[in-house]
Nanobody
Framework: QVRLVESGGGLVQAGGSLRLSCAAS????????MGWYRQALGKQRELVAGITSGVRTNYADSVKGRFTISRDNAKNTTYLQMNSLKPEDTAVYYC??????????????WGQGTQVTVSS
């Protein structure tokens, strides 16, 4: 079993910053892609940022230049640094990690979600 634990959400004023963390634990053999998604009230979940094992990154157009995704392979952790936050960034943020466990089976795990609220 692989478990993801997210932290770092909260309430911030527009223009402020937050840093989200997502740590994976369990019988992990390797981690491939890591990503952050968000779901605003009444909207579909959308990809915010992703990072591959080769450290290639991709971002939603709405967050380019403001958000930065990174990973620490030694800690099985991904981070999302969010700067210049806007009220429209308000959402529940979920991390997603894909990889394999020691039994050579693939996994695709989701975090529990963390609320980010940006006030105007």
């Amino acid at each position: 079993q692989v478990r993801l634990v997210e932290s770092g959400g909260g309430l911030v004023q527009a223009g402020g910053s937050l840093r989200l963390s997502c740590a994976a634990s369990g019988s992990i053999f390797s981690i491939n892609a890591m990503g952050w998604y968000r779901q605003a009230l009444g909207k579909q979940r959308e990809l915010v940022a992703g990072i591959t094992s080769g450290v290639r990154t991709n971002y939603a157009d709405s967050v380019k230049g403001r958000f930065t995704i990174s990973r620490d392979n030694a800690k099985n952790t991904t981070y999302l640094q969010m700067n210049s936050l806007k009220p429209e960034d308000t959402a529940v943020y979920y991390c997603n990690i894909e990889g394999s466990v020691i039994t050579d089976m693939d996994f695709d795990a989701w975090g529990q979600g963390t609320q980010v609220t940006v006030s105007s």
